[in-house]
């Protein structure tokens, strides 16, 4: 039905930069929100960053003024750009997105299977 793929993460130095990119694929009538979650071990995967299909944005307190989301709707893409990275950012990141397959009427979410960042003090 729908399939997402991340890729960027990888190993940095804090205050460094890391893309992140996801994109979506397979049988797609329309995608609504976007958003990345993170998830270190033992804790509560939480929501970093939010994008509507409108360009409404939320951010978590702890990544404001540092992560910028946006979305390439021609591409099915949604992207995360991380500045200033610090080593509290360390974890693995997972897409999501709420879309609509074209086998089915009603909305759901799809995730993805996460890529890993790490960041070294």
């Known amino acids: 039905q729908v399939q997402l793929v991340e890729s960027g993460g990888g190993l940095v130095q804090a205050g460094g930069s890391l893309r992140l990119s996801c994109a979506a694929s397979?049988?797609?009538?329309?995608?609504?929100?976007m958003a990345w979650y993170r998830q270190t071990p033992g804790k509560q995967r939480d929501l970093v960053a939010a994008?509507?299909?409108?360009?409404?944005?939320n951010y978590a307190d702890s990544v404001r003024d540092r992560f910028t989301i946006s979305r390439d709707n021609a591409k099915n893409t949604v992207y995360l750009q991380m500045n200033s990275l610090k080593p509290e950012d360390t974890a693995v990141y997972y897409c999501?997105?709420?879309?609509?397959?074209?086998?089915?009427?009603?909305?759901?979410?799809?995730w993805g299977q996460g890529t890993q960042v790490t960041v070294s003090s």
């Open positions: 999501v997105c709420t879309a609509r397959a074209r086998t089915s009427i009603r909305h759901a979410d799809y």
């Open positions: 994008i509507t299909s409108g360009g409404s944005i």
């Open positions: 397979g049988s797609i009538f329309s995608i609504d929100a």
